[in-house]
């Protein structure tokens, strides 16, 4: 089984990849820090500001084509792999795509003060760029499940009721 979580900064991939990875024993992959560690940078915001967005979105295509074959494991996903057609498509062939929505207003509760993630500096930009996902976020995933009132909990177990025959 793969399962791979989709979704805007801040729609709770990682918090869900480390409830599956306990509760149906996957092995759990933060692609983002699979780029941190291929580009050797310590941050994300070091790649931008650094290396350019090209460059990330070069390395997150490296990091998802080095994961085919990978089994038994949950994929967190940036925020930017959701637009991506051909990582999707890489992603898409060997496993489950999950895209967990969240509104833009939720994003902006759970983000609270902190704007370290460079595209989410400039709120209008940020709004801009997730109403541009949003499509495609929807058109790749298998399974949609929305989280704005949920819990991280009340979302795996959402995910795995879903998945439940797959198991």
């Known amino acids: 089984m793969k399962i791979i979580l989709t979704g805007f900064m801040y729609s709770g991939k990682s918090s869900v990849a480390k409830q599956l990875e306990n509760k149906i024993n996957l092995k759990r992959i933060e ?70 929505h969240v509104t833009f207003e939720k994003i902006l509760q759970r983000m609270g003060k902190h704007t370290s993630r460079p595209l989410m500096k400039n709120r209008m930009h940020a709004e801009k760029l997730y109403n541009t996902r949003l499509p495609l976020y929807r058109e790749y995933a298998d399974i949609i499940v929305k989280t704005d009132n949920h819990t991280i909990e009340e979302v795996s177990d959402l995910i795995i009721n879903e998945l439940r025959d797959d198991l």
């Open 31 to 100: 692609m983002d820090n699979l780029v941190l560690q291929k580009s050797g940078r310590k941050t994300i915001t070091d790649i931008f500001e650094n290396d350019g967005e090209e460059t990330f979105r070069k390395l997150e295509k490296l990091v998802a084509q080095n994961l085919k074959g990978q089994t038994n494991v949950v994929i967190s996903t940036g925020g930017g792999v959701g637009v991506n057609e051909e990582l999707l498509n890489t992603l898409k062939i060997e496993g489950t795509i999950i895209y967990l």
